[in-house]
C-alpha cells in the first residue's frame, strides 16, 4: 500500500511518462469532458468534495494522473493500492486506518485502487460497507467496462467516468512539454524532433500518452547527439523505438466485444469495408482466427440463411480452412468469407422461424402428434392405434410433394418461416405461399412476430 500525498517527487530514474504526470488540474491534457471548465468532476476535485468514483478508459488517457492531481489537491489521507498485488488484508488495512480518529480524524479516506476490475467478487465486497459509510471514498481505474467487471452493488455506489482515447493535438502537446520542461522532461537536452516525427508519433500511439512518451524517451537515450550536442530524431528512428502500432484490443476484454459486434453489424449491414476493417482490427489484436471464422458461420446462417443458401457451405468451408492451415494465410480465407457474408442478400427468417418454434414449444402445451406421421410400426399395439395409417409418401405422387398436413391440428395453419424477397427466398416465398393456400385455406396464418435483432458477439462471450 502506498501513501501518496502532495509534493510527491519522481527521480530521474523513472521513465519520462511517470515524471511528467501532472501535478494539478492545470497541467492535466485532454479529457475536457469530465475536467475541462465549470465540469462537475473538476468542481469536486477543487472543492475537495469528491465522492466515491470509477475512472473507465483505454490504457494512457490519464486515469492514474487524474488520481495523482486528486491526491495532490485534497486534504484527506489517501492511499494507492493496485488490484494485482493486493488482497482483502490490504482493504481492511485501509478501512482501518480509514475509522481510526487519531490516523484519520476526519473520517474519511480516499483509496485508489489501480486495475479494479482484476479484484475478484469477495474482494470487491469488502468496500462495501465503508464506501457505503462514506469512510472509504473509492477511486478506482480500469481499462474493462465496470458494468460488465465490477460488482453492480459497488457501481451503484459510484459514479463513473469514462475517459476517452487522447487526440493528436492532445499527444503534441504533451510531447512538446517533455521536450521542453526542464525539471521533469528532457529540457535540459538538445532535442530535435522532425515535424514528420512527430507526427508519426503522435498518430502511431493510438491515444496513449504513455506510449509515445516512452518512445521518445527509447529515441533519445539511444540516438548519440551529433557533433553540435544536438540528438537528432527523425521518422526512421522514432519508428524504430515505436515498432509497431499500439492496438486498443483485448481479446478477452472490452475490445474483443466492441469489435467484433461491430464486425456483426458492418456484415449486416452489407458493408464489406467496414466489415473487412472491424476483422482486420480483431487479427492484429491477437484474436483466435477459428473463434472468428465461427462467427462468420453464425452469420452466414442468421443473417443471410435461404436468401444464399450456398453462403453457408462457403462459411464452413473457411471454418474448416481456417483451422487447417492457421495464420498468416487465414486472413485470406476469413476475408472472402466476411466478404461474401456482407454482400449476400440477407434474410433472418430461419432464425426467427426456430426462436418462433421454441416460443410455442415453451409456452403452450404439447399437443398431439398426428397419428399418420407417427413411427409405422407393424407389430404391437401401435399398429392397432393407427401408426402411420393414411400417410402419403411424398416420392409416390407427381412433383415428389403432395398436400397433406403435418402440424397438430390445434396448430393448424401456423407459419413459423416467413421467407422473405431477397435472393432466392423470392422463389421459395412464391411457392410456398400458394402451397399453404392450398393447404389451410382461410386458416393460413402469419405469427406476426416482429423481427429482433440478436446481438451475436455477446451470446458467445466466452467462447
Not at 535540459?188 to 508519426?200: G, I, P, Q
Not at 401456423?414 to 431477397?422: D, W
Request: with cysteine; proline share 5%.
Amino acid at each position: 500500500m502506498t501513501r501518496l500525498k502532495s509534493g510527491t517527487e519522481y527521480p530521474e530514474n523513472q521513465p519520462l511518462a511517470a515524471r511528467m504526470a501532472p501535478r494539478n488540474l492545470d497541467d492535466f491534457v485532454g479529457q475536457e469532458h469530465i475536467v475541462g471548465p465549470k465540469t462537475l468532476l473538476r468542481r469536486l476535485i477543487k472543492a475537495d468534495r469528491l465522492g466515491s468514483i470509477i475512472l473507465f478508459g483505454p490504457p494512457g488517457t490519464g486515469k492514474t494522473s487524474l488520481a495523482r492531481v486528486i491526491a495532490n489537491t485534497t486534504e484527506k489521507g489517501f492511499r494507492v493500492i493496485n488490484a494485482v498485488t493486493s488482497g482483502v488484508a490490504d482493504i481492511k488495512q485501509v478501512i482501518a486506518e480509514a475509522q481510526n480518529p487519531l490516523l484519520t480524524p476526519s473520517g474519511q479516506l480516499i483509496l485508489f485502487i489501480d486495475e479494479i476490475h482484476r479484484f475478484n467478487k469477495a474482494q470487491q465486497d469488502a468496500l462495501l460497507p465503508s464506501v457505503e459509510q462514506g469512510s472509504v471514498i473509492l477511486i478506482g481505474a480500469t481499462t474493462e467496462n465496470p458494468y460488465f467487471t465490477v460488482n453492480k452493488a459497488l457501481v451503484s455506489r459510484t459514479t463513473v467516468f469514462r475517459l476517452l482515447p487522447l487526440d493528436e493535438a492532445h499527444i503534441k502537446e504533451i510531447i512538446d512539454r517533455a521536450l521542453t520542461d526542464k525539471e521533469r522532461g528532457l529540457g535540459n537536452l538538445r532535442v530535435a524532433l522532425t515535424s514528420e516525427a512527430e507526427t508519426f508519433l503522435t498518430n502511431k500511439c493510438n491515444g496513449d500518452a504513455r506510449i509515445a512518451l516512452n518512445a521518445l524517451e527509447l529515441a533519445v537515450l539511444t540516438i548519440e547527439p551529433d557533433a553540435d550536442g544536438v540528438i537528432q530524431i527523425g521518422l526512421e528512428d522514432i519508428s524504430s523505438c515505436m515498432q509497431i502500432r499500439a492496438t486498443q484490443f483485448d481479446a478477452t476484454g472490452e475490445g474483443h466485444y466492441n469489435t467484433i459486434s461491430a464486425m456483426i453489424k458492418s456484415m449486416r449491414g452489407s458493408d464489406p469495408d467496414a466489415a473487412i476493417y472491424y476483422l482486420a482490427r480483431a487479427i492484429h489484436g491477437g484474436e483466435d482466427p477459428a473463434f472468428l471464422a465461427r462467427r462468420v458461420v453464425i452469420q452466414a446462417a442468421e443473417e443471410v440463411g435461404m436468401a444464399n443458401p450456398t453462403v453457408l457451405q462457403v462459411a464452413m468451408s473457411a471454418y474448416q480452412a481456417v483451422r487447417e492451415i492457421g495464420m498468416p494465410e487465414a486472413r485470406i480465407i476469413l476475408a472472402q468469407a466476411v466478404i461474401m457474408v456482407a454482400t449476400s442478400p440477407k434474410s433472418n427468417a430461419s432464425y426467427l422461424a426456430i426462436d418462433r418454434a421454441l416460443k410455442d414449444v415453451a409456452e403452450q402445451r404439447s399437443y398431439e402428434i398426428p397419428l399418420h406421421l407417427r413411427n409405422p410400426v407393424t407389430t404391437g399395439m401401435a399398429k392397432d392405434l393407427g401408426y402411420g395409417v393414411g400417410y402419403k409418401y411424398a416420392h409416390d405422387y407427381p412433383g415428389h410433394i403432395v398436400d397433406q398436413e403435418y402440424l397438430p391440428p390445434e396448430l393448424r395453419g401456423r407459419v413459423y418461416y416467413e421467407p422473405t424477397e431477397n435472393g432466392y427466398e423470392q422463389r421459395i416465398a412464391a411457392w410456398l405461399n400458394a402451397r399453404r393456400q392450398r393447404l389451410y385455406g382461410d386458416a393460413y396464418k402469419s405469427t406476426e412476430a416482429e423481427p429482433t435483432e440478436v446481438e451475436s458477439a455477446e451470446s458467445e462471450s466466452n467462447d
